[in-house]
């Protein structure tokens, strides 16, 4: 079974940083993307930003810029690098994995910006 595993969300500052990684129980390579996604409360989930296998990156319209995702084979992580956090940033960032038409998802890791 394909498990996806969040770390690194907490509290920080508006205007502070953060670093998500997400770890996978088999090569990330056997995945056709990795993303990340999130869901603050009474909104619908959203895309924040993907990489395909081949290495080219999707950003949602609200973090381009600012965030940055990358990944490390050897570890089997995918990251997720916040900067210029913003209140309205806050939201549990879910990590999500797809082979074909197979989702897998994260157990969520919250990420709160607040002075």
């Known amino acids: 079974q394909v498990q996806l595993v969040e770390s690194g969300g907490g509290l920080v500052q508006p205007g502070g940083s953060l670093r998500l990684s997400c770890t996978a129980s088999?090569?990330?390579?056997?995945?056709?993307?990795m993303g990340w996604y999130r869901q603050a409360p009474g909104k619908e989930r959203e895309l924040v930003a993907t990489?395909?296998?081949?290495?080219?990156?999707k950003y949602g319209d609200s973090v381009k810029g600012r965030f940055t995702i990358s990944r490390d084979g050897a570890k089997k992580t995918v990251y997720l690098q916040m900067a210029s956090l913003k209140p309205e940033d806050t939201a549990v960032y879910y990590c999500?994995?797809?082979?074909?038409?197979?989702?897998?998802w994260g157990q969520g890791t919250q990420v709160t910006i607040s002075s």
């Open positions: 088999i090569s990330i390579f056997e995945f056709n993307d």
């Open positions: 990489i395909n296998v081949g290495g080219i990156t």
């Open positions: 999500n994995g797809r082979i074909l038409t197979r989702n897998t």
